[in-house]
């Protein structure tokens, strides 16, 4: 018997597929935690304990599909390898009462305007699937190259 799992992807460009998690995405993503700078966005060098029930839990929250709820993440697919680079998606700030994009790349992809790329896309998705009318970007002061993201994909400065 074959069990086969269908790649649910809810957005393409010329480098990348933002898909559905896949339990097998795990390693990829504790790979890329390794060297410590996926830190700030919460994926420690240990996340290997948790990154099984992580993703079932994403799958979970995505199957549901509102952006109110808690988060929504996705995987960040190279086309041409097939390699796991990073995620984007959304979480929901319930201090500010609004949703806020999210997104990483992993260390050796980084400079090929990948974020740029899967920001550009999943906005693209946000808005073309959800009754909203805002979504905000939060990012710490020294994280300049994700404040260039934003700027490029159209995010301005409100508030510091």
């Given at each position: 018997m074959r069990?086969?799992?269908?790649?649910?992807?809810?957005?393409e460009n010329?480098?990348?597929?933002?898909?559905?998690l896949d339990p097998k995405d795990a390693k990829a993503f504790s790979d890329m935690s390794k060297d410590g700078s996926l830190e700030e966005v919460g994926f420690t060098k240990d996340c290997y304990q948790w990154l099984d029930n992580w993703i079932k839990e994403t799958t979970e929250l995505n199957i549901d599909n509102n952006p109110l709820k808690d988060y929504l993440a996705y995987t960040l697919e190279e086309k041409r390898t097939?390699?796991?680079?990073?995620?984007?998606?959304?979480?929901?700030?319930?201090d500010l009462d609004t949703v806020g994009?999210?997104?990483?790349?992993?260390?050796e992809y980084r400079n090929r305007g990948y974020a740029t790329q899967?920001?550009?896309?999943?906005?693209?998705?946000?808005?073309?699937?959800?009754?909203?009318?805002?979504?905000?970007?939060?990012?710490?002061?020294?994280?300049?190259?994700?404040w260039k993201v934003a700027e490029k994909t159209g995010f301005e400065l409100i508030e510091l």
């Open positions: 069990i086969l799992q269908l790649k649910i992807i809810i957005a010329k480098d990348l597929l933002i898909r559905q097939g390699k796991v680079v990073g995620s984007v998606g959304c979480s929901y700030y319930y994009i999210c997104y990483f790349i992993s260390a899967a920001a550009e896309d999943y906005l693209q998705y946000y808005f073309d699937n959800y009754d909203l009318s805002q979504i905000i970007a939060t990012i710490k002061d020294s994280n300049t190259a994700s």
